[in-house]
């Protein structure tokens, strides 16, 4: 008989609400700032196209988690050929590098705006912190925090509120697009895909199925498809409240930069922290400090789900334990995988990288991997050797492979855009 779950709708929200507030990561508020710095409200429009298409997919590689039990690595392992496996999983690695250094640089430089100090000791403490409270606090203690994380993103509806949007024209925009043929707006649009639909989200919200599936020593839904009625609810709702309050923080960054940095006549943002920074003389000391104060918060949540997803797959690789309810001792395999990835990372500001071209380079890398990455899922999605009698239904496999198809469209626009 399956289980009524009589908990509240808040307390049922986890892995969706987490995964969607770390997709607006201080890489994501930088690429945002720049939409809106540089086109105004022009391009909000694509966040109606870009929700659904990353509502499915995060749906898919959840249901991957729940149903089969396994993380997604660990279904590539167990179901195709391990050249494609390694592949998936050291391109994800390296984009998860150049990811975290870009995020922690973002945090590093938005806390010397609020109260000044050395970057570089800022950058490399705010990793440490981040992997500390990833490696020593029990599961359900993380979980929480994780999601009391999320509240940091309010943030930004704080900015939008006193940002002076003109509604009426950003409105307009949002429902009615007004396409621009150039090569710089193609850019902006699949800027705004590729800092939505992001490998490493994939490989975290199905790892943490996996894990709340552990720690109520629920059985996975393929062994037990009689519990699949509420659980896959409780995905459907968690996902799409997770991915809905992600595309809202991120329409308002946009709206806030469009309206303040666009009309001011700034249209060039190469950081989060340039954006608070520019935001100081239009909008007030207290606006500037919310968005400075949103990107460390924001980071704070999106480093160890970086770091984390990373683990899980690299774990998944070598068939090892990988589960942050394990003690650091009983999984160190796993934990140091967190730990060298965010230390990578941090040291991307001690060796003078340009954090532009390192999110450059990690936005063509999860480019290329993401379509793939897709499609690779979809197939694990509709085989019964790995879902059992709980394949995807044909309605959400058709807005599976359309939300890949478009990807696939978006990624070929970014490389035909380089020339």
């Known amino acids: 008989m399956a289980r009524k779950d009589d908990r509240g709708f808040l307390s049922r929200l986890g892995p969706g609400l987490v995964t969607g507030a770390a997709d607006d990561d201080p890489s994501g508020i930088g690429t945002h700032s720049q939409i809106g710095a540089e086109f105004g409200y022009n391009l909000s429009w694509s966040f109606v196209l870009s929700f659904p298409l990353l509502a499915v997919i995060q749906m898919v590689s959840a249901e991957i988690g729940r149903v089969t039990g396994r993380g997604i690595a660990a279904n590539l392992r167990r179901h195709y050929p391990r050249p494609l496996l390694w592949l998936a999983v050291s391109l994800l690695l ?48 993380y979980a929480s925090v994780l999601k009391w994380a999320t509240l940091t993103l309010f943030a930004y509806v704080g900015v939008v509120a006193v940002a002076g949007v003109d509604w009426p024209s950003a409105l307009k925009s949002f429902f009615i697009p007004q396409i621009s043929w150039t090569t710089s707006y193609a850019t902006g649009f699949v800027a705004i895909l590729g800092t939505t639909i992001s490998p490493y989200l994939f490989f975290w919200q199905a790892g943490q199925e996996v894990e709340e599936e552990r720690r109520s020593h629920a059985k996975p839904l393929c062994v037990a498809p009689k519990e699949a009625g509420p659980e896959l609810k409780r995905i459907r709702d968690d996902t799409l409240f997770g991915m809905a309050f992600s595309t809202i923080i991120s329409i308002a960054i946009v709206f806030s930069t469009a309206a303040t940095l666009h009309k ?88 003078g990288l340009n954090p532009i071209k390192a999110l450059y380079w990690a936005a063509v890398i999860n480019g290329i991997l993401a379509v793939p990455l897709m499609a690779l899922m979809m197939l694990i999605v509709r085989n019964p050797k790995a879902m059992g009698e709980l394949t995807l239904a044909p309605r959400q496999t058709i807005l599976g492979w359309t939300a890949t198809l478009v990807m696939a469209v978006a990624t070929l626009l970014f490389f035909v855009s380089l020339f």
């Open 94 to 141: 390296v984009a998860n590098v150049i990811n975290l250094g870009a995020d922690l640089s973002a945090m590093g430089a938005s806390l010397q705006l609020l109260i000044g100090g050395n970057l570089r000791e800022y950058t490399l403490a705010l990793g440490l912190i981040c992997a500390g409270l990833e490696i020593f606090m029990d599961y359900r203690s």
């Open 264 to 351: 001011s006549g700034i249209v060039q943002i190469n950081s989060a922290a340039e954006a608070a920074g520019a935001l100081r003389p239009l909008v007030g000391s207290f606006a500037s400090a919310l968005f400075a104060a949103g990107i460390i918060g924001t980071g704070m949540l999106a480093v160890p789900v970086l770091a984390g997803s990373a683990a899980y797959a690299t774990t998944e690789v070598f068939g090892l334990a990988s589960s942050l309810d394990a003690k650091p001792f009983r999984a160190r395999f796993f934990y140091g995988v967190i730990l060298v990835t965010t230390l990578a990372g941090a040291s991307f500001e001690r060796l």
